[in-house]
């Protein structure tokens, strides 16, 4: 059982040059969702999704867009990459918002840096 | 959103229960608590969650104060494993129906020898 799967692991940008994070998940959940996490700090909410062909942003969304094409797959994408989008990315999917235990799971990460 | 409060380290002893506090004073009625944990920089890891009652899994104990304004986290008998920054946090569905966990700095909990 994979879970949540995030690629690439690590990631050296240059300011300007665009990427695309990967994030799937094998266990048919409706809702994923992208945080951000920069040292010494908590986890902030960028995007999320609560179903395939719905997204809408969290609290740090610019710089950022993403789409939700299936089920599965909630890709991260950096139009035009910043030093201030240094950080590390985390991805986490749940099984939906009307159930009372609504655990979410999280990817292994992706530490970006972008020069 | 409602804060939570927690302090910033704590160190346990291997083999001792590890108490965990944290304080969600503004908490409404139907908002959840819940546990994360955060090893090395991994992705966070669920532990438990409760809403009035105490709950009790094979990880954890939590036990929610009456008025629901605090509560604490219990590790029954601590490893060397169990060193994390473990959060407290209070569960918002936000208007459009996302889910919103609202990640604090933690507690760095380090058990030592």
């Known amino acids: 059982n994979a879970g949540v799967t995030q690629t690439p692991k690590f990631q050296v940008l240059k300011t300007g040059q665009s990427m695309t994070l990967q994030c799937a998940q094998d266990?048919?959940?409706?809702?994923m969702s992208w945080y951000r996490q920069d040292p010494g700090m908590g986890l902030r909410l960028i995007h999320y999704?609560?179903?395939?062909?719905?997204?809408d942003q969290g609290e740090v969304p610019n710089g950022y867009n993403v789409s939700r094409s299936t089920t599965e797959d909630f890709p991260l994408r950096l139009l035009s990459a910043a030093p201030s989008q240094t950080s590390v990315y985390f991805c986490?999917?749940?099984?939906?918002?009307?159930?009372?235990?609504?655990?979410?799971?999280f990817g292994a990460g992706t530490r970006l840096s972008v020069l | 959103d409602a804060k939570t409060t927690q302090p910033p380290s704590m160190d346990c002893a291997e083999g001792r229960a590890a108490n965990l506090p944290c304080n969600h004073s503004?908490?409404?009625?139907?908002?959840?608590v819940y546990w994360y944990r955060q090893i090395h920089s991994q992705g966070p890891q669920y532990i438990i969650h409760?809403?009035?009652n105490n709950e009790t899994n094979e990880m954890a104990s939590l036990i929610i104060t009456e008025d629901r304004k605090s509560s604490t986290l219990i590790l029954p008998h601590a490893t060397l494993r169990d060193t994390a920054v473990y959060y407290c946090?209070?569960?918002?569905?936000?208007?459009?129906?996302?889910?919103?966990?609202?990640f604090g700095t933690g507690t760095q909990l380090k058990v030592e020898l």
């Open positions: 409760g809403l009035k």
């Open positions: 986490a999917s749940s099984q939906g918002q009307r159930l009372a235990k609504n655990i979410q799971y």
């Open positions: 266990m048919n959940h409706e809702y």
């Open positions: 503004t908490i409404s009625g139907n908002e959840y």
């Open positions: 999704s609560v179903g395939a062909g719905i997204t």
């Open positions: 946090i209070v569960r918002l569905i936000l208007t459009g129906g996302g889910n919103k966990l609202t």
